[in-house]
């Protein structure tokens, strides 16, 4: 007796039997241009491989309002160019849901649809990178609670964060055509830091008056983590820098 796993969305189906699972087909019947009710539908490259499935109403394959990593593929591997596949309509919305997922998890290896649960993962690289992200977050928390009693020890602990960043912001453990995106747009724009470990290490020094070393080292964070520099924080924590900055030159002219 054959016993068989597929992993989709919705969670672990299990099979018994000698039968392999039948692939899942275009529907004949479905209106190409102005699908019934819910649907499934598929973007398509040149060469009729699928690089992303979902589900919908009205216009939403069509729709162009998507996730970072869709627009990266479609203008940057695709100059632009994709078809628009409905593959089977007229269904009530649990159903438009289900057959999604199984669509999914059938060609998972070639989407880049984010939730995905079949796309392999670097499970070794993702554990690493959780246990030091969280240590690191305890550290955060300890440095946090020292800010008032004992600020010398608050900001020894917040430099000890910083420097504990490195160690796992560089990890990516998406494999597949996501993981490609990533590195893609990693090499491209930085990586990310923790922006809230600078926010407060800054502050701390800034009130102990080294506002010349929460100067520098926010230069230094921001030619380390680049995909941060146009985050919110980010202008808020420049702008609390230059306002020290400034401080310290009239303070001292």
């Excluded at 030091?132 to 020890?153: I, K, T, V, W």
Aim: aromatic share 8%; hydrophobic share 35%.
């Amino acid at each position: 007796m054959k016993i068989s796993t597929n992993i989709t969305n919705k969670g672990i189906t299990i099979r018994i039997g000698e039968e392999a699972q039948e692939r899942l087909t275009l529907s004949p019947s479905a209106n190409q241009e102005n699908p019934k009710c819910y649907y499934v539908y598929g973007h398509y490259d040149k060469q009729g491989v699928p690089f992303y499935i979902g589900k919908g109403t009205k216009r939403r394959a069509w729709d162009e309002d998507r996730h970072s990593l869709w627009h990266r593929y479609v203008q940057k591997h695709l100059n632009g160019e994709y078809t628009v596949v409905i593959l089977v309509d007229d269904l009530n919305s649990a159903q438009a849901e289900e057959l999604e997922s199984e669509w999914v998890a059938q060609e998972s290896e070639t989407l880049l649809n984010w939730v995905n649960f079949s796309r392999k993962t670097d499970f070794s690289a993702l554990n690493t990178f959780h246990k030091l992200c969280n240590a690191n977050q305890e550290l955060l928390g300890a440095a946090r609670e020292q800010e008032q009693s004992n600020p010398d020890e608050a900001i020894k602990l917040y430099f000890k964060a910083l420097a504990n960043i490195e160690a796992y912001a560089t990890i990516q453990p998406k494999m597949g055509l996501v993981g490609q995106l990533i590195d893609e747009e990693r090499k491209e724009n930085g990586i990310n830091g923790e922006l809230p470990i600078l926010d407060r290490l800054t502050l701390c020094l800034i009130r102990a008056n080294r506002q010349t070393e929460a100067s520098e080292l926010t230069r230094q964070y921001f030619a380390m983590y680049r995909a941060d520099e146009e985050l919110s924080a980010a202008i808020r924590i420049k702008m609390r820098v230059r306002k020290g900055d400034k401080k310290e030159w009239l303070a001292s002219a």
